[in-house]
Structure formats: structure tokens, C-alpha cells
């Protein structure tokens, strides 16, 4: 079983970044693929982006190319969302969410493990 904990959210204004982190405990994930997902207000659950377990493949949602990059430590069974150029349209509550298959994938179905969330608002 594998717990994960976000954190790094808060409020920022539009232009600004945010870190956030996704703490794995419980067993080991280093094998498992990484995803982060996002829930605004009234919306479906939507992909943003997800990292393989090597950190040699990742995924990016149209919608955040160019200013979100997720890596991973593998070491501190971390795995790390860098947010800049954040826009209103990104406020959402993020989670993160593991998958056994350790493959690079942007299904939520395919993910087992999943987060509470951290919530990210963006002012503009």
C-alpha cells in the first residue's frame, strides 16, 4: 500500500509559480509511474502531467506545456510539480496519483494511489 501526501499549494497571483510536492510512505514507489491530476469547481478531473518511474518519460497536457515540469526523486520517494506563468484557469485542486505499472500513462483509471489534493489559486 502506498500513501500520498501533497503540499505546496496555496494562493498566488497569475504570473507566479508554485512547487508542489507529492510525498510517497508506506512502501517505496519507485517504481510506480507518477501522475497530477486537477479538479476546478464544477469540472471533471482533468490530466496535467506524468512522469515515468525513471523520470525518463513524462506527459504534458496542452494547457500547461512550457510552464509546468514534474520530476522526481526517487530517493526521497518525492515526486515534484515546478508551476510557473500560473494563470486563473489553473486554479484547481491538484492531486497526485501513482500507478504499480511504472508506465508513463494519462488515464486516470490506470493510476491505484491517489492523494488528497492541494489546492492552487491563482488571482488575477
Known amino acids: 500500500q502506498v500513501q500520498l501526501v501533497e503540499s505546496g499549494g496555496g494562493l498566488v497571483q497569475a504570473g507566479g509559480s508554485l512547487r508542489l510536492s507529492c510525498i510517497a510512505s508506506g512502501r517505496t514507489f519507485t517504481y510506480y509511474a507518477v501522475g497530477w491530476f486537477r479538479q476546478a469547481p464544477g469540472k471533471e478531473r482533468e490530466f496535467v502531467v506524468a512522469i515515468s518511474w525513471s523520470g525518463g518519460t513524462t506527459a504534458y497536457a496542452d494547457s500547461v506545456k512550457g510552464r509546468f515540469t514534474i520530476s522526481r526523486d526517487n530517493a526521497k520517494n518525492t515526486v515534484y510539480l515546478q508551476m510557473n506563468s500560473l494563470k486563473p484557469e489553473d486554479t484547481a485542486i491538484y492531486f497526485c496519483?501513482?500507478?504499480?505499472?511504472?508506465?508513463?500513462?494519462?488515464?486516470?483509471?490506470?493510476?491505484?494511489?491517489w492523494g488528497q489534493g492541494t489546492q492552487v489559486t491563482v488571482s488575477s
Open positions: 496519483a501513482a500507478s504499480r505499472s511504472g508506465i508513463l500513462t494519462t488515464k486516470s483509471p490506470a493510476y491505484n494511489y
